[in-house]
């Protein structure tokens, strides 16, 4: 166990000590802490070609890690501050590149894969409530322990990212704990506004009642495609965001559905235009202005059928026209899943998941890699165009105490970055997961 890791557990324990006696009221800080660290190996495939974007077809394994801390502090009534600093290092499977459903959702494309320090997150949430009907909130990471009312309006401002507070799904929405595969973290043609390590600058409003709620978000874009530095023009360069949730029983299960729309607005390059500049070795980047725009959708349910047995399922979409600016190159997506949790066999925090996606692409975003054109996370210089399928299948492991998870993971990847000439790819993964 490493000197840091140490050092959090402990900070982490005097926290939880020191703020226990006002749990049972308002919570007035909280620590949390949590480390990730996922293996994955993929054995050789067969490809007719390979590009300077592709998925190495010899076998190879990389392992990632991140680890976070979490400090939240209550500053007066309705309002509290989050801080989170972040270490991550490691790296995807051929330097996260060749597949648009990527199977690893804890890496980035930050290219290198010696660990770095940053601030994931720091934001200022101020809440005004109203009624009498209320909700009681358990200690948790970003998540004060005390009880709020179930009508209520929140602005936050500062970083965070846009999962944190967006496409909420139950059982398909963070890599650390739920499905590792890219494409089931949010909606998959959600190009969400993001750095290259997936936080945002920004400001959100949120309009809460006791069986539904609407957001929406106006943030920063970057200057370049996964890029790091923000793009001051905010005028001219700027991302909203709106979703409408709404929560209800069906034979006495909860279930919730959740209506996302964004655009995306700023300096970006046409896949139409770059076709037509150099029609043999088109570059979007080379086009690149302001006053273009990505629209789009999801739409995202989840549903549980008994209290141990849950489904969901996903669509979404974006007009393809502009380039891929922050997530992955994804033009159109559904997926669906279910997830089992081990109460049956007595063992109630373990958890069995089993996922299906079909990714596509616009026909600009399609005909630009064909002619030789490359994203940030695709194009292997010619493509013979079949959709993206992929399948999941993981099994979660309470390994001690609530505290210690681990996962192994199976994908099947047909078609990746869309191509019929390359695959399939089986990836085989073991995440290790410690939070309190």
Do not use: C
Request: net charge positive.
């Amino acid at each position: 166990m490493n000197k840091f890791l140490l050092t959090m557990i402990a900070l982490a324990g005097i926290a939880k000590t020191a703020a226990a006696q006002d749990t049972l009221k308002q919570q007035r800080f909280n620590f949390h802490f949590q480390q990730t660290v996922i293996t994955q190996f993929k054995p050789a495939f067969s490809a007719a070609y390979t590009g300077d974007n592709s998925l190495l077809t010899g076998k190879e394994t990389q392992t990632s890690l991140t680890t976070t801390f979490f400090g939240g502090a209550r500053l007066w009534k309705g309002a509290s501050a989050y801080f989170n600093p972040e270490m991550s290092g490691g790296s995807g499977l051929s330097k996260t590149l060749g597949i648009a459903g990527f199977p690893n959702g804890e890496t980035f494309r930050v290219g290198g894969a010696e660990p770095k320090i940053y601030i994931a997150r720091l934001y200022f949430t101020q809440n005004f409530e109203w009624g009498n009907e209320r909700d009681t909130l358990s200690d948790d990471a970003n998540q004060l322990a005390g009880t709020i009312s179930k009508r209520y309006l929140r602005f936050t401002v500062g970083k965070f990212g846009m999962a944190d507070f967006f496409d909420g799904n139950e059982f398909s929405h963070d890599a650390r704990s739920q499905f590792m595969n890219w494409s089931l973290m949010d909606n998959a043609a959600w190009d969400y506004p993001a750095n290259t390590r997936g936080y945002v600058m920004g400001a959100m409003a949120e309009l809460g009642q006791p069986d539904w709620a609407l957001r929406f978000a106006f943030t920063m874009t970057t200057t370049s495609a996964n890029g790091a530095i923000w793009d001051e023009r905010l005028a001219h360069a700027n991302t909203l965001t709106l979703e409408y949730e709404k929560r209800y029983k069906l034979n006495g299960q909860n279930g919730t559905v959740r209506v996302l729309g964004f655009s995306n607005n700023g300096k970006m390059g046409n896949y139409r235009q770059a076709i037509a500049a150099n029609p043999s070795q088109p570059n979007v980047d080379d086009n690149l202005t302001y006053g273009k725009h990505k629209y789009g959708f999801g739409i995202s349910a989840d549903q549980y059928l008994s209290k141990n047995f849950g489904v969901f399922a996903k669509l979404s979409y974006n007009d393809g026209r502009t380039q891929t600016w922050a997530f992955t190159e994804i033009d159109r997506s559904l997926s669906l899943g279910a997830v089992l949790k081990g109460g049956n066999w007595k063992r109630a925090d373990d958890e069995l998941g089993l996922a299906f996606v079909g990714n596509g692409i616009s026909a600009p975003h399609r005909d630009y890699l064909a002619a030789g054109g490359y994203g940030f996370i695709i194009g292997d210089g010619r493509l013979n165009y079949a959709h993206e399928l992929i399948a999941e299948l993981y099994y979660k492991v309470n390994a001690y105490q609530k505290k210690l998870w681990l996962t192994p993971d199976y994908q099947f990847i047909a078609n990746p970055a869309y191509n019929k000439d390359r695959g399939p790819v089986n990836v085989f993964s073991l995440r290790a997961h410690v939070e309190f």
